[in-house]
């Protein structure tokens, strides 16, 4: 009844073409940027700001990468972890060398050193294809992470061999080390996803995303339609570990404040941002954000939301459940829909368009 | 120059140096690529009948080992808990075609391959739940497994071969033959056969597909069930080892997703590798490289065979 586009007419082509075409949709985007940028940061109380938002956004960027790789491209990739532990790893050297820029410029910076280590390892999918593709890039992983801590050059030589977040402002605002403030913290983060899903989408609207879509329907097919594989693929590479690598910046800096690789970077990350990607839905924008929400906000809900219900659970006993609880939702998820959340998303859109007839 | 040298002379010269040494570390590397192997061997069988990538097949080891373990120690006498244990992968390999593969039939491979992903979370927080997260000792001499090593003396020094890894050898190999004629010879076998070839003219000829998931499930099971014995026997029964399946994915793609030979030559050229390379060339970068080596060297073959050593040509048509 309220969610319907009659009256609404398009005059032009640019507004047939929108990325939301319907004003109700628009005025939901407003919403929820409002609520974001205004309502949470002033209202929210620190648990959600620290272990539900801010997770949460960290894990929309990582799998807005993959998904760009494995949803619009069709490449499955098992690296996800090792790239973002390049942007971390690049972000701490270069605001240790340079420590009067502004870390926000070296978060943002370090996507590109991981867009490259990203593309180097991306050179094998030309030849290599599926599933002989996601075991190459187990190379990636293991190889990376071997680096981060056999390489002492990278952890400055820290007698922990972790990075240590340093004290870093923004307008004279602490947005990293153990003074920033949670909401400095998330307001920054917030807009580095803000901007750059606003980016990720015009690529996957314009011409590079449909060049990408096309070598994911059928990469030969594309190649005679004359798109080169050599520069999509490895475009791909680039922009999804870009995404991967200041997804980790931001993990290690506006997160963690600190860590070692082996625990953050590990393989159990990337196999988690492959599951968001795909609960989310394969190929979907929004698709990414219902998955991280799903993945990153399971643990915490069954952590907090059982004993809430009135089920106690013991330490162990409950981590244990929380991962047969985790592999069953997977599994029932995968059946109900294998198309993921965003696929149940536009049926429940288009059952609202209609609401209350039945067609 | 210096660093020329280190890499490409010296190694061989130490070879050279102490051959003892050498063939110690190709045994070792031979013993490991024959549990990659066995490993790899699972994945294959799954791989061929449904093309369902298994990523649970190293945690269906672990739950085989510590399953055996624990109904040991439960009380029941060796031989009887490896039946008991049979049955529980059978179990498994039931409900896992009527859970997961039935409803997921004709999804795209990735979509299964998660769905896998799903089942090695179930089945760790189960395995957890009911035997404790501790590492256990394997029940080696209650499986009439046996202990202790022989030392041969040959090339001027002593190698040493532990009785365990020899056993594991000939049990990996009387286990390869058994499913060889077990796939040649046998009804069923022909009928796996079938369906790896295609699944809608095996239905055709009345092959239940259903039934054959299950047969090829609990053979993996079998499989994995060998393996945990084996790398248990080895070290000990932990969740650890599910890392250690991860390796047997390089084998898979060095020996083709599709062959069983694959699968056998690839661990052996895996295994070797990775132990000489950590050995010989190691120490040069600081060690450690054990964990990436074998990628690598699956990738470098990759890129002159992109279907691998034994898999099937990869043909594309528009």
């Known amino acids: 009844m309220f969610y319907r586009e009659t009256g609404q007419f398009k005059t032009n082509y640019a507004g047939d073409m929108a990325v939301f075409p319907i004003l109700q949709d628009r005025i939901g985007i407003a919403l929820i940027l409002v609520v974001a940028f205004v309502l949470i940061p002033l209202l929210g109380s620190d648990f959600l700001l620290s272990s539900v938002m801010i997770p949460f956004l960290v894990f929309s960027l990582a799998s807005i990468g993959l998904n760009i790789l494995t949803g619009y491209t069709g490449l499955i990739s098992l690296g996800t972890g090792a790239f973002m532990g390049v942007g971390a790893y690049a972000c701490y050297k270069l605001t240790t060398l340079f420590p009067e820029v502004n870390i926000v410029v070296w978060i943002v910076t370090a996507g590109f050193f991981s867009a490259f280590v990203g593309v180097l390892f991306g050179l ?16 990636a992983q293991f190889f990376l992470q071997w680096c981060f801590t056999r390489i002492p050059w990278l952890y400055n030589y820290n007698t922990s061999g972790a990075i ?77 570990s870009f995404y ?30 492959l599951f968001m990607v795909i609960i989310g839905g394969l190929g979907s924008m929004i698709g990414s ?23 106690p659970l013991a330490g162990a006993t409950a981590e244990h459940l929380t991962y047969i609880l985790v592999g069953s939702l997977i599994i029932f998820f995968l059946i109900v829909e294998p198309h993921g959340l965003a696929r149940l998303w536009q049926i429940g859109k288009q059952k609202l368009r209609m609401w209350p007839f039945p067609y | 120059m210096d660093i020329l040298f280190k890499i490409l002379i010296d190694p061989f010269l130490q070879m050279g140096a102490m051959p003892d040494l050498f063939v110690q570390t190709i045994w070792d590397g031979f013993v490991t690529g024959v549990l990659y192997a066995l490993i790899a061997l699972g994945f294959v069988l799954i791989f061929k009948a449904s093309g369902v990538f298994n990523f649970a097949q190293g945690i269906m080891v672990v739950f085989a080992g510590l399953t055996l373990v624990g109904l040991y120690e439960m009380g029941l ?76 003396k040959m090339l001027g020094g002593f190698v040493q071969f532990q009785k365990i890894d020899i056993a594991a ?11 060889a004629v077990f796939f040649q010879k046998t009804r069923i076998g022909r009928a796996l056969r079938a369906v790896a070839d295609s699944h809608k003219a095996a239905l055709s000829v009345g092959i239940s597909l259903n039934q054959i998931w299950v047969i090829v499930w609990f053979t993996a099971g079998i499989v994995a069930l060998v393996t945990g014995i084996m790398w248990g026997a080895r070290s000990d029964v932990s969740f650890g080892l599910q890392v250690i399946a991860l390796k047997a994915l390089p084998v898979l793609i ?6 069983v030979p694959g699968a056998i030559v690839g661990g052996l050229i895996i295994g070797i590798g990775e132990k000489l390379g950590e050995f010989y060339w190691g120490p040069l970068v600081g060690g450690g490289i054990e964990s990436w080596l074998a990628y690598c060297i699956a990738l470098g073959f990759l890129l002159f065979r992109p279907q691998g050593l034994f898999g099937d040509k990869i043909i594309e048509r528009i």
């Open chain 1, 244 to 273: 991967a690598g200041v997804a980790g910046a931001a993990m290690m800096f506006l997160w963690y404040g600190g860590g070692e690789a082996n625990d953050a970077f590990n393989i159990n990350q990337s196999f988690l941002i």
């Open chain 2, 169 to 179: 050898a000939v049990i990996a190999v009387v286990m390869i033959v058994a499913l």
């Open chain 1, 164 to 240: 240590e977040v340093g004290q870093r402002t923004l307008f004279g605002m602490n947005v990293t080390g153990p003074k920033a403030s949670l909401e400095a913290r998330y307001m920054v983060l917030l807009t580095l996803v803000t901007v750059l899903t606003w980016v990720a989408s015009n690529l996957m609207h314009g011409r590079i995303g449909r060049s990408f879509m096309a070598v994911r329907d059928m990469d030969i097919a594309a190649e005679l339609m004359g798109i080169d594989l050599l520069k999509t693929k490895l475009l791909a590479f680039a922009v999804s």
């Open chain 2, 254 to 259: 060095l020996g083709g997703f599709t062959s």
């Open chain 1, 124 to 139: 094998p999918s030309l030849r290599i294809k599926g599933f002989y593709l996601a075991v190459a890039t187990l190379a």
């Open chain 1, 289 to 311: 954000f219902f998955g991280a929400a799903f993945i990153s906000m399971l643990p915490t809900m069954l952590k907090f939301g059982l004993p809430a219900l009135g089920i």
């Open chain 2, 77 to 152: 006498p060796a031989p009887l808990a490896v039946l008991v244990t049979l049955g529980v992968m059978f179990v498994l390999a039931l409900a896992i075609e009527r859970v997961v593969l039935r409803p997921l039939v004709n999804q795209p491979d990735i979509i299964l391959f998660m769905a896998t992903f799903g089942i090695t979370y179930f089945l760790i927080g189960l395995g957890e739940l009911i035997f404790g997260g501790n590492p256990k000792q394997m029940i080696t001499d209650q499986l009439f497994l046996p202990r202790g090593a022989i030392e041969v």
